[in-house]
């Protein structure tokens, strides 16, 4: 038998659906004896279901001139309409409209943002993770040195800077917090791969010439998916939050496309006059959600460090 025969087909010891699974089974063995946790879990379920769901429950549509009137601008939370409107459950705001539905639609953009710049920065940062720890030596030196600029400055310095060349709007938007986001998950991803490039399993891969593509995406990609993971949810409200700040700031979303940021910073100039309802419930919402997001990522990153769970 000769030495080629004798190398059995290289197999991942995990694939995608593997890993997920796991992750799930982990999740619901942690929340379901955690009472705190699984609040947290209810209610970032509960908001992104009502973010998907806004055009259905929304009781106006914030986007159509024709539902608002001026007549009922800075109506009071639980306020009947002056002219034929819905009742407001949480008053309107200095526009005239419906506050509940403004919420609910700027949720919406808000996590829209927020999951794409995710998932687009996870994309690009295990691309340039794995490419490092695979190909070594000046290329992953050229990566890593990147990785090391970007995180040696401020995230919120680098997405003004990013805005302020790419302009407004939320292509944008995504974009400069992707660039902000991308250096964790390609550290993170470099990291899991130089470990996993060195077990036999890869060398046997190596060895029967399988496309490098192969290698990386179908063999050592599934072995890494659980820091990947951890990063993703621990940074998910974070990015919410730097999306927050550049809408606060003016330089985020523009004014067709609300998010709850700038719903705050619409309504800063009432505080003092008796319309706090107009920045504090969309204030209060963000927070709901930031403070929801950092418990349920904190909680995952728990689950998926086997140190931090025996401590």
């Not at 940021?261 to 963000?286: N, R, T």
Request: net charge positive.
């Amino acid at each position: 038998m000769t030495s080629q025969q004798q190398v059995a087909p290289p197999m991942a010891h995990k694939t995608f659906l593997g890993s997920i699974q796991k992750t799930l089974a982990l999740g619901w063995k942690a929340y379901r004896g955690d009472g705190t946790a699984s609040l947290c879990l209810f209610i970032l379920f509960t908001l992104i279901i009502c973010a998907i769901a806004a055009p259905l429950i929304a009781p106006q549509n914030p986007f159509n001139l024709a539902e608002i009137d001026l007549a009922d601008a800075r109506l009071a939370p639980l306020s009947a309409s002056l002219v034929d409107g819905p009742f407001h459950l949480l008053g309107t705001d200095a526009q005239g409209r419906d506050l509940f539905s403004v919420i609910l639609y700027g949720l919406r953009t808000s996590l829209m943002v927020a999951i794409a710049s995710s998932v687009g920065a996870l994309a690009l940062g295990c691309t340039a993770g794995l490419t490092a720890a695979y190909f070594g030596g000046w290329i992953e030196a050229v990566i890593m040195r990147i990785v090391d600029i970007f995180l040696s400055l401020p995230a919120i310095f680098i997405a003004l800077l990013s805005i302020s060349l790419l302009g407004r709007g939320a292509e944008n938007t995504i974009l400069a917090i992707l660039i902000v986001q991308w250096t964790h998950y390609a550290r993170a991803s470099r990291a899991a791969a130089a470990g996993e490039l060195t077990k036999e399993y890869i060398l046997a891969a190596q060895l029967m010439k399988l496309p490098r593509t192969r290698i990386l995406v179908g063999h050592v990609l599934p072995n890494c998916l659980a820091p990947i993971f951890v990063i993703l949810a621990v940074q998910l409200g974070y990015v919410i939050a730097i999306e927050a700040s550049l809408s606060y700031l003016g330089l985020g979303l523009p004014i067709t496309q609300p998010s709850l940021g700038s719903l705050v910073a619409d309504g800063q100039a009432y505080l003092l006059s008796g319309a706090y309802w107009i920045s504090l419930i969309p204030g209060f919402v963000l927070l709901i959600l930031v403070f929801c997001a950092n418990l349920v990522g904190d909680r995952i990153r728990l689950l998926m460090n086997p140190s931090l769970r025996r401590a």
